[in-house]
């Protein structure tokens, strides 16, 4: 076993390209780190028995596959860096896996995990957690890459489990699978085939997932329309409300209705103002700022609240730390949280400090950009779309996306999209779309060249357009002019990428670098199943692409 303070490599930014080994890049320390390896192991654990209950035909209680979604949530980058959070979760997780073992007779000859019980004491804690991380086991190079590829997209599908839950939508199928998934990294004696269909499997059910949670969304707030979003600052008291919990949104915008509190979404709310049940509050005014990673700039000093519902949350500055609230999964350490009790929060901490602080003292010029092109609203035009295409209006599509992130690289994107010819149309979803949100891209047919389809678990709207247009025109996906060039940053993107690789969607374009949890044979499997490709430049790609159509 490695001897280092902390080995996390499940995010894009990881240090080297290789892995982060004494501090997280994304600001997490070794403590934290190790206390989240702890955490997933018991995580193991407690799956390996829920998949005994399972596989004698029983069901597992709610709030036992509530806490397997939220824990792993909380280990996702940028979600939580509180270390008594992580403490409190792992002897949590004690409790729900003793709870389990009195459900099964026969508990001989089981996985160490199952058997592990947490010491109070937090040092011994991060003693254990040493023990249990990534690269405790000396396992194949590729079993490896394969079961934290696996992990990864089982942490991705959590977040989305989790927003559809909160709005009460669930699905076993989806459920059950965080269970008998997670208990076969337990396994060492499974293949690498036997991994990699896993993981095919993953793309399945993260289909699936991201299938309800639209459900949840449109059936709960309305199916998004075309609606302008100002970008611009209001004078008067504000709170800023990031990540992507929208039932978060909604019981802020009820609390706050009436009380001279603006409302602004940041990072990937942004959509949030499609969405009919929410827009209809006036006082959801704009959006402020950019992608996360410029936060501690954009939010250095504020007149104003924030409130981080999911991820991405940085180490907040002094200048803001007192006006900076968590909720839900998310936490750190010295920062107000708000607790939900009984199916509500009590936003009123945040609301008073709001007004304390006044807010920004005059309006700036007014700015507003584009939102709402999720499937409902671009398939409602498809028929002028699919005749567009046919006259030679439209002669190619780009899907360009994903997660934005502040390593260098990222610019890629945006040169992309500004180099795209005028006769094509650009679909954009997730943070990634802050690389170019701002910009004129005009108009091709009667269309905006620029559509802005929604959060990342709005892929799902993306690949259904796709699949619509695809039956349209009589052929399958990857005959169409469409091109997928996707950004990727942490471990919902890696579901998402499951999930495409799992429709049999192939040749996109990925970066800025490919993940260093990829073994290099693992890598070229998926280079010779699905032609994944590196981005490279902006020119050369854009050639290659358009030369092929």
């Not at 407690?46 to 004698?56: D, M, Q, T």
């Not at 989305?160 to 337990?186: I, P």
């Not at 998926?526 to 092929?548: A, G, H, M, T």
Request: hydrophobic content about 40%; charged content about 25%.
């Amino acid at each position: 076993m490695i001897q280092t303070d902390m080995f996390c490599f499940q995010c894009e930014q990881t240090a080297g390209g290789k892995g982060c080994t004494k501090v997280g890049v994304c600001g997490k320390d070794s403590r934290v780190a190790t206390l989240q390896d702890l955490l997933l192991y018991q995580l193991k654990g407690i799956a390996y028995l829920g998949s005994k209950i399972l596989a004698e035909g029983e069901k597992i209680d709610e709030g036992t596959t509530k806490f397997i979604m939220d824990a792993l949530f909380s280990t996702l980058t940028n979600v939580n860096f509180d270390e008594k959070r992580f403490v409190r979760y792992i002897l949590e997780a004690d409790s729900v896996k003793e709870n389990l073992k009195n459900q099964i007779s026969n508990l001989d000859n089981l996985p160490a995990a199952v058997y592990y019980r947490p010491p109070e004491d937090v040092e011994m804690m991060i003693t254990d957690g040493k023990k249990v991380g990534i690269l405790a086991d000396d396992i194949d190079e590729d079993i490896r890459s394969l079961r934290e590829l696996l992990i990864y997209g089982l942490k991705g599908m959590a977040a989305y489990a989790h927003h559809a839950y909160r709005l009460g939508y669930k699905d076993d199928d989806v459920n059950n699978f965080f269970f008998t998934a997670l208990a076969k990294t337990l396994d060492s004696n499974l293949s690498t085939d036997e991994l990699y269909n896993l993981c095919m499997e993953l793309g399945k059910k993260n289909f699936r997932c991201m299938e309800i949670l639209d459900k949840a969304h449109t059936e709960t707030f309305g199916h998004p329309r075309p609606t302008e979003v100002l970008i611009s600052k209001k004078k008067g008291p504000f709170i800023i409300v990031s990540g992507h919990d929208l039932k978060d949104l909604k019981e802020l915008l009820e609390q706050t209705e009436g009380k001279g509190i603006n409302i602004y979404t940041h990072g990937e709310m942004l959509p949030a103002h499609g969405y009919p049940e929410l827009k209809k509050y006036k006082h959801l005014v704009g959006n402020y700022g950019g992608a996360w990673q410029d936060q501690q700039k954009e939010f250095d000093g504020i007149p104003g609240c924030i409130l981080m519902t999911t991820n991405c949350l940085q180490k907040p500055r002094d200048s803001y730390k007192d006006r900076i609230f968590t909720t839900g999964v998310v936490g750190f350490d010295g920062v107000a949280h708000i607790e939900e009790v009984n199916g509500k929060k009590d936003f009123t901490p945040i609301i008073q400090k709001a007004l304390e602080l006044g807010g920004w003292q005059e309006d700036e010029e007014e700015k507003k950009i584009l939102v709402g092109f999720a499937h409902n609203t671009v398939l409602g035009v498809a028929n002028k779309i699919i005749e567009a295409v046919k006259s030679g209006r439209i002669k190619h599509f780009f899907l360009i996306g994903g997660c934005d992130g502040a390593k260098p690289g990222r610019n890629y994107y945006t040169e992309f999209a500004e180099k795209t010819p005028k006769d094509t149309l650009i679909l954009t979803l997730a943070c990634g779309k802050y690389r170019f949100n701002k910009k004129d891209f005009g108009k091709v047919a009667e269309f905006p060249r620029l559509l802005d389809v929604g959060q990342c678990n709005d892929a799902y709207s993306a690949i259904i357009i796709a699949i619509e247009l695809a039956k349209a025109f009589g052929v399958d996906v990857n005959e169409l002019p469409l091109t997928l060039v996707l950004s990727w940053f942490e471990q919902k993107a890696v579901a998402i990428l499951l999930t495409l690789l799992f429709l049999g969607i192939k040749n996109i374009y990925l970066g800025p670098s490919l993940p260093a949890f990829v073994s290099p044979n693992i890598l070229q499997v998926l280079v010779e199943r699905f032609n994944i490709k590196p981005i490279s430049n902006p020119e050369n790609d854009l050639n290659e692409i358009l030369s092929k159509k």
